[in-house]
């Protein structure tokens, strides 16, 4: 006969006492197939997302905050869609996810949701997989829209001052900017020889380059790769003769000719760059014409430097940073050109001397970040200097904005803030989020 060893009595109280705890409450079938579906776009997201952010990683994590979004949403109002969000209970289920964390990360939760929800959404509509009407995504949008810009530090107000007409004239006429444009535009005369690409022929670019003050010259088989443009550098080294393949290689001029097309300076046919309709107003007896023309050739300028459409990745943060330093420099307080130096050189190693005991994952993210910032600094000096060059910017010991610059910058930002609105020829509207401060400059986007 076998022994009996209590092992089944044991069992038994075990199980009662398993009964006795409340068994975790079961997903809703909606929320389950609701994530699932959100699983199943994964793939396609990640590709999309890559455009902003090349890590999957930052692509997956902004799936899963939708996920717990949809989780918090589902319990309040006892529903969910993946696939046409809620706008109506949006600030409610972000604030019962971010009321679960620590006091000291709530603002940070909220941020993250709503940027991961913004992206997210944008992928829906862009990819014709938003099913909620088209009113319902705008007030979405809309509400994502208006907590993001809460998220993201105000830059000051720009203070325009009130100048003379002779005072205005006086300090153009000053500039080296203007003072280039006219020897470039004397250059043109009747018309230059273009390639279809727009450019200036080889044999022309020494000749204009000079107009422009710079020192370059046309040579077929040359690197397109340029140098860094560095104010300090430019004048200690004026000798220096660069060879390019392009006129688009050359800097200061390609600014100023891009500038020039802009404001209608300079019109490119297809064989012939030519006067174009504005060089009337260039050379005008009227003075408000003249600072008008000039006013508006500064603002195309400044639009295309803070915009910069041949580079991709770090773009938003560039910009961001970029018009920070820009902004503050028509107030009381500018940015010393020592900080944004500072800024411009990554500090992981102080980072590890401050805590020894970091994870190495820890310190990895903080290199990134790190990283990222020091890269949009860098760009943004000298995207500064390019500026100062041009008279544009005042870079001694800070950076500041002469008188008769801000009201230009003033005008670029309106600018700016238009392509913020939808249009026709969008299919959603242009992320210039970045453009209204440096929140980006910190660090890499999490799935924004």
């Avoid at 997201?45 to 997956?60: L, R, Y």
């Avoid at 869609?81 to 706008?87: E, H, R």
């Avoid at 100048?163 to 203007?178: G, R, T, W, Y």
């Avoid at 010393?336 to 820890?362: F, K, N, S, W, Y």
Wanted: proline share 6%.
């Amino acid at each position: 006969m076998t022994k009996k060893t209590g092992k089944s009595k044991n069992r038994n109280k075990d199980r009662r006492h398993l009964k006795a705890v409340p068994s975790a409450p079961k997903m809703p079938l909606q929320l389950v197939l609701n994530h699932r579906v959100i699983d199943s776009m994964a793939h396609d997201f990640i590709q999309w997302h890559a455009t902003e952010d090349p890590d999957p990683a930052g692509a997956f994590e902004c799936l899963e905050l939708v996920k717990l979004f949809l989780t918090s949403q589902h319990a309040i109002n006892g529903s969910s869609s993946a696939t046409a969000i809620d706008s109506e209970s949006l600030e409610q289920a972000a604030g019962a996810i971010a009321a679960s964390l620590d006091p000291d990360d709530m603002d940070e939760a909220f941020d993250d949701i709503y940027f991961a929800l913004h992206s997210y959404i944008h992928f829906l509509n862009g990819t014709g997989r938003w099913t909620g009407t088209d009113v319902a995504y705008e007030e979405l949008h809309s509400v994502l829209g208006n907590g993001i810009a809460a998220a993201v530090p105000q830059l000051p107000a720009i203070q325009v001052p009130d100048l003379s007409d002779d005072h205005q004239e006086a300090a153009f006429n000053a500039m080296p900017l203007i003072q280039r444009a006219s020897a470039l535009l004397e250059w043109i005369g009747t018309g230059r020889e273009i390639t279809s690409t727009g450019a200036l022929r080889l044999k022309h670019i020494e000749p204009a380059a000079a107009a422009a003050g710079v020192q370059a010259r046309g040579k077929r088989g040359a690197s397109g790769a340029e140098p860094l443009f560095d104010l300090a550098t430019a004048k200690s080294q004026p000798e220096t003769l660069l060879e390019v393949g392009t006129m688009h290689d050359v800097p200061v001029l390609r600014e100023i000719w891009s500038a020039l097309v802009g404001a209608g300076l300079v019109t490119l046919g297809s064989t012939k760059a030519i006067p174009g309709p504005e060089v009337a107003a260039w050379n005008s007896t009227r003075i408000k014409e003249r600072l008008d023309i000039r006013r508006m050739l500064s603002v195309v300028l400044l639009v295309g430097v803070l915009t910069d459409p041949d580079r991709g990745w770090g773009q938003e943060a560039v910009a961001g940073t970029l018009l920070a330093v820009l902004t503050y420099g028509t107030t009381y307080e500018p940015m010393p050109v020592a900080e944004l130096e500072r800024m411009a050189l990554p500090d992981v190693e102080g980072a590890l001397l401050q805590d020894p005991d970091i994870e190495d994952t820890e310190l990895e993210d903080m290199a990134l970040e790190e990283i990222y910032a020091s890269f949009a600094a860098l760009e943004a000096q000298q995207k500064l200097s390019l500026l100062a060059e041009l008279g544009l910017v005042e870079a001694a010991t800070d950076y500041r904005l002469p008188p008769v610059a801000i009201q230009c910058l003033d005008l670029a930002i309106g600018f700016l803030n238009l392509a913020d609105q939808p249009s026709d020829a969008t299919e959603f509207p242009s992320n210039v989020i970045a453009l209204h401060g440096p929140a980006h400059a910190s660090g890499p986007p999490k799935g924004r």
